[in-house]
């Protein structure tokens, strides 16, 4: 197929960049045609600024199945790429494709050095995704069920992911390895405030200070290039992560409050009328309720909730009754950070478009721990923070809809976000560079990349699964305990947060027994007073789990609640 790989390194290895690419075009030019039926979402790989879609013709079985790679893109250079990759993997079994060292192709042919970074994730998309095929097809490897699911047709982790392996991953975590002052390990369960971060994210962050620090989108010099392509390298995994169209999609804020900050000043306060609702619930965390209420106050719209069911679900046989042509905009959490509920977005995602309403999602505490697919349940915005996914503090995200991002006024002024300005007036850059002025938490978006990087390994799924363990786990010991209330639904129906309360027990003295044995809770009202006022209760214990967190963590838990309580009771 195509032209053999050693032509194409004597022709190529030798070009200038500008040569490069005509060559690159005219190898897409000659590239084999690509089955109209397979153009499929199945077959689309993410993480190029153009679209991809890859499939195998597969011949013989186990690891000796010979894979052809068929592709197709809309634009000629990454056709000329494809033409590279099955020039590259012509002939290959299953397992020879797994273990060749395509690096060295790309080493030899100098083309990390000539293609932009975007062009890099594409590529890079690529070559995971024909690994991923050639492992469904090698016997001696066995598929994940994320991993199946991705070549099955949802959107393609970009690292195969390894067997969720609770103490390895653990052990990835420094803070969770040093012991306290009293000799023993922290049992920490506050990962819905801030999650820790494995070494990999603090390596990448001390990598940047050390090695090539410079600020962003300004400088040619060496560092300001090599920054550059990391930063937008972050926001490819970012799209990728999230099931975005494009990484134009993704705007990087200052965390979760910024990002709903910046949506309801941007989008709504400039749209919305007196008369107009804004559809929201008492479940929200004050991040995304209190600049709803601005918004409401500020234009005369008026903010309408969405009843809840006795045990902390949205209510849908409201349904019907609350989604009405007056509602301009609904803002609702995927996941509770007090009662643990998941809700259902792609429901309301249909809700919306049937009112033509705009649907923002908190993502804050679904992210780290669901997957996400903003393209495929169709929401408007999803907003959530670097620090509670195991990433930096000071970053966060707005996945916002290109037609949306277009609509939404900036509300930061300043360099960068320009495209000209002249003493009388300034035309925006489109986003999502209009939403990035002044420079950016530079550092923290590139260790966030590193943070969804690693998290893609481990796989949504298999995180999903773990942390369902953990909560069934602790929620049969806490129905052992008497005068215990858990808030919230049952466990199928909610993620990695419980919340509870016992009778005539203070949650904040309960906090403090448990840190007297390393046990780190949190209590309070956890930033959602309406939801604790509308649960009659002024305050409660929350307990939360991470990916780090073991059965052992929910036992000493225990344990050390049980005699808390006795001391308290
Ligand atoms: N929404 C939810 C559901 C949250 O849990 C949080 C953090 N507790 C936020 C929003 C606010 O996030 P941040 O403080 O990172 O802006």
């Known amino acids: ?211 090539y620090y410079a600020n962003a989108h300004r400088g040619t010099y060496q560092f300001g290039v090599r920054i550059d392509e990391e930063f937008e390298s972050a926001r490819e995994l970012t799209a990728n992560f999230l099931g975005a169209r494009s990484a134009d999609e993704i705007v990087f804020t200052a965390g979760t409050t910024a990002g709903l900050n910046l949506i309801a000043f941007g989008w709504a306060l400039p749209r919305l009328r007196p008369g107009d609702e804004i559809l929201t619930t008492v479940m929200e965390h004050h991040a995304n309720f209190v600049p709803w209420q601005q918004v409401a106050i500020r234009t005369g719209a008026r903010l309408k909730l969405i009843p809840l069911t006795s045990d902390g679900r949205l209510d849908a046989s409201a349904f019907d009754s609350v989604f009405t042509e007056k509602v301009r905009l609904v803002a609702v959490t995927a996941m509770s950070n007090m009662l643990g509920t998941i809700n259902p977005i792609r429901e309301i995602a249909r809700r919306c478009r049937q009112i033509n309403a705009c649907l923002v999602v908190d993502g804050a505490q679904s992210v780290p721990h669901l997957p996400a697919n903003v393209a495929a349940d169709e929401v408007d915005f999803l907003v959530f923070s670097g620090h509670k996914i195991y990433g930096p503090t000071g970053v966060g995200v707005v996945y916002g809809r290109q037609s949306r991002l277009e609509e939404m006024e900036p509300v930061m002024f300043g360099g960068h976000m320009i495209s000209e300005v002249t003493t009388e007036r300034s035309v925006w850059s489109r986003p999502p560079a209009k939403f990035e002025a002044g420079t950016m938490p530079i550092v923290q978006v590139i260790g966030l990349g590193a943070a969804i990087r690693w998290l893609q390994q481990l796989g949504l799924a298999a995180v999903h699964q773990h942390e369902e363990q953990l909560t069934r786990l602790l929620f049969d010991g806490l129905r052992e305990i008497p005068g215990l209330r858990i808030f919230g639904p049952a466990p199928e129906h909610r993620g990695a947060i419980v919340s509870f309360r016992i009778d005539g027990v203070h949650p904040e003295d309960l906090a403090a027994l448990l840190d007297s044995h390393g046990v780190f809770t949190r209590h309070g009202h956890h930033c959602t007073m309406p939801l604790h006022a509308h649960l009659g209760i002024a305050g409660s214990t929350r307990v939360s789990f991470g990916v780090y967190n073991t059965a052992d963590d929910v036992q000493a838990f225990l344990k050390a609640l049980n005699q808390a309580r006795q001391q308290l009771q």
Request: hydrophobic letters at 40%; one cysteine or more.
């Open 1 to 211: 197929m195509g032209l053999p790989l050693a032509e194409i390194f004597e022709e190529f290895s030798d070009l200038d960049r500008e040569d490069q690419s005509k060559y690159l075009l005219e190898l897409g030019d000659d590239l084999p045609l690509f089955p109209p039926a397979l153009r499929t979402e199945a077959n689309r790989v993410y993480g190029c600024q153009s679209q991809v879609w890859l499939s195998a013709d597969v011949s013989g079985h186990g690891d000796n199945a010979v894979i052809r790679i068929l592709a197709d893109s809309d634009s000629n250079i990454v056709r000329g790429l494809i033409a590279i990759l099955q020039s590259a993997y012509d002939g290959m079994t299953a397992s020879e494709i797994l273990s060749y060292d395509i690096q060295a192709v790309f080493r030899q042919l100098n083309l990390q050095q000539h293609i932009s970074p975007q062009r890099r994730n594409g590529l890079r998309g690529m070559v995971e995704r024909i690994q991923l095929l050639a492992r469904k097809h090698a016997v001696s490897f066995e598929l994940s069920a994320e991993e199946s699911a991705s070549v099955a047709g949802a959107v393609l982790p970009l690292c195969p992911a390894p067997r969720f392996d609770v103490l390895q991953i653990r052990r990835q975590f420094p803070v969770l390895n040093r012991p306290l002052g009293d000799g023993r390990f922290p049992v920490y369960l506050d990962s819905g405030a801030s999650s820790q971060k494995p070494a990999c994210v603090i390596e990448k962050e001390r990598e940047v200070e050390e090695q």
